[in-house]
């Protein structure tokens, strides 16, 4: 993962910077976000996991979503069950979606 300071990011001046990260708006900010969204769906503390794709800004994961989708998750499900289906669909749903806008 790497994190852009305000130094680089007013550099690009209008150029938007992107990022895909595997979590839903507001939650599982920063590394490990597919197994802490994991844990958290399975210990009951989320009732729905996904992906997006959002601008970047100075605050890790916290920029304005440009795409989201949510995921299925299933109770019980492997991480890597639940890892593959995560990267095989809404990643690929999310880029379709970016690619066309």
């Known amino acids: 993962m790497h994190v852009f300071g305000e130094g680089f990011l007013d550099a690009?001046?209008?150029i938007a910077v992107?990022?895909?990260?595997?979590?839903?708006?507001?939650?599982?900010d920063g590394t490990h976000a597919i197994g802490r969204g994991y844990?958290?769906?399975q210990k009951g503390?989320?009732?729905r996991v996904g992906a997006?794709?959002?601008r970047v800004v100075e605050k890790v994961d916290r920029g304005l979503p440009v795409v989201v989708r949510e995921v299925e998750?299933?109770?019980?499900?492997s991480l890597e069950a639940y890892e593959e289906r995560l990267h095989r669909t809404s990643t690929r749903k999310?880029?379709?979606e970016v690619r066309l806008a």
């Open 52 to 54: 997006m794709i959002h």
């Open 18 to 28: 992107i990022n895909l990260h595997p979590a839903l708006p507001g939650t599982f």
């Open 45 to 47: 503390e989320v009732d």
């Open 12 to 14: 690009l001046g209008l």
């Open 73 to 77: 998750i299933k109770k019980g499900e």
């Open 39 to 41: 844990d958290g769906f």
């Open 94 to 96: 999310v880029l379709d």
